[in-house]
């Protein structure tokens, strides 16, 4: 059983870099990321209404988890502005692993062996270094919003982690988090995107966006039902290879050649990997 949910948190990892790639591809990021929580919030209605409420003690997490979202979105927009992404994304993703699994040991008890948290840290390790160039780790071109985001992304896998735990069912904690934070994320988006008619009528634009939405949706989905089996930090490690898929991405879609230093990341990902396994 954990076998499966080690795939899903892994093909939910592929899917997390496809929609961020073409996040980061898109022309007009906020427009995007409005047309993203579309189909996420009619989803969420859905749920909403055909599902049963969850327990209330997962109400708490549910309010912050949506806060969370909202914030990682707005920070994940700024930092694709003024960031490439293969800098932004790794250092974003990266910080992550390590982030919740201290949450996770400082709020839900859970303390992970030597094994598992040296894989974590080498898929953390990993996942940085991608940034690198030359002359190091940049200190510009988005990087604050990039930290930013790996806060927002830590913060929220630790409050879904608990919350999901507590909500009984998976779905319709999925449900009231992703209506919460999907509306007001629209009404932002209309409210500081001016006129959206000409945005509408570029058909191929609203269609990607929500592509992207649903891509956007599944890969939560299969996180959140990880996160009731399998320890928080090796859901968030084995997540962020998504880190990995964007390198493939990068090379094989964007045209981004791997270097040395890139492959050798990709490799130290890989190794921690196994070592959350063993």
């Not at 806060?67 to 992550?96: K, Q």
Request: aromatic share 8%; hydrophobic share 55%; charged share 10%.
């Amino acid at each position: 059983m954990e076998s499966l949910y080690v795939a899903l948190v892994l093909f939910s990892a592929l899917l997390h870099a496809s929609w961020n790639a073409l996040l980061h591809q898109s022309r007009d990021k906020l427009w995007q990321t409005g047309m993203m929580a579309v189909p996420c919030g009619l989803a969420g209605l859905a749920g909403v209404l055909l599902l049963p409420a969850p327990a209330a003690a997962s109400w708490p997490y549910i309010g912050a988890s949506a806060l969370l979202e909202l914030g990682y979105s707005l920070a994940l927009i700024r930092a694709y502005r003024s960031g490439d992404f293969g800098r932004v994304y790794p250092v974003a993703r990266g910080m992550s692993p390590l982030l919740v699994t201290l949450g996770a040991w400082a709020f839900g008890g859970e303390r992970p062996g030597l094994v598992v948290a040296g894989g974590i840290l080498m898929v953390s390790a990993g996942i940085v270094s991608l940034a690198y160039r030359r002359r190091g780790l940049a200190t510009s071109g988005g990087m604050g919003a990039a930290v930013l985001t790996g806060c927002f992304i830590a913060s929220y896998t630790v409050v879904d982690g608990i919350g999901v735990r507590l909500a009984g069912d998976p779905f319709a904690y999925i449900a009231w988090v992703y209506l919460l934070f999907n509306l007001p994320l629209l009404a932002l988006v209309l409210r500081a995107g001016g006129d959206p008619r000409p945005r509408l009528a570029d058909r191929r634009a609203v269609l990607t966006g929500m592509l992207g939405g649903v891509v956007s949706l599944c890969a939560y989905g299969l996180v959140i039902s990880a996160l009731r089996v399998l320890p928080m930090g090796q859901v968030s490690a084995l997540r962020e290879l998504s880190s990995l898929f964007g390198v493939l991405l990068g090379w094989l879609w964007l045209g981004e050649k791997p270097t040395p230093l890139r492959v050798a990341a990709c490799v130290l990902m890989v190794g921690g990997v196994l070592m959350l396994r063993m």
